[in-house]
């Protein structure tokens, strides 16, 4: 969720105490299925402003 809300993958990282983001991301950061659908909406308005 942190990372979803924009949170810095190094500050993510220190709070959990890994010396590398790559631990942080394999096994913390998942992909929630509704901030990618909502991420992809965004894409599509922003794509269809500027076209």
């Known amino acids: ?3 979803e809300m924009g949170v810095p993958d190094k500050i993510i990282q220190a709070w959990l105490g890994h010396t ?5 991301k394999q096994h913390y950061i998942k992909l929630n299925e509704d901030y990618v659908n909502a991420e992809f909406e965004k894409a599509l308005k922003k794509v269809s402003k500027n076209g």
């Open 1 to 3: 969720m942190c990372d």
């Open 20 to 24: 590398t983001f790559k631990t942080t």
